[in-house]
């Protein structure tokens, strides 16, 4: 098993900044895939960052030019970074993780509220 932990939601205003943070424990060993995806209210959950073991990144449309997503693969862990951040960024952030190219792993997720 691996255990997710994120941190680093909260309330922002628009435009404002936000630092996701999720660490791996357990069976770290083999970890592939990295990243971040959001559901917001009768919503389904979507993708909004990827990142692989190598460092090569993936993001959705909607959220390229503004997250950044990194990888400590040393600690294990995976960081968005959310900058001009809008309303509709609203959700509750996953972090996941996928081991050995099939198992999927995710946190119990952190909230992210954007006043408008």
């Known amino acids: 098993q691996v255990h997710l932990v994120e941190s680093g939601g909260g309330l922002v205003q628009a435009g404002g900044s936000l630092r996701l943070s999720c660490a791996a424990s357990g069976l770290v060993d083999n970890i592939n895939n990295m990243g971040w995806y959001r559901q917001a209210p009768g919503k389904q959950r979507e993708l909004v960052a990827a990142i692989t073991s190598s460092g090569i990144t993936n993001y959705a449309d909607s959220v390229k030019g503004r997250f950044t997503i990194s990888r400590d693969n040393a600690k294990n862990s995976v960081y968005l970074q959310m900058n001009s951040l809008k309303p509709e960024d609203t959700a509750i952030y996953y972090c996941?993780?996928?081991?050995?190219?099939?198992?999927?792993?995710w946190g119990q997720g952190t909230q992210v509220t954007v006043s408008s």
């Open positions: 996941q993780a996928r081991r050995l190219w099939q198992y999927d792993y």
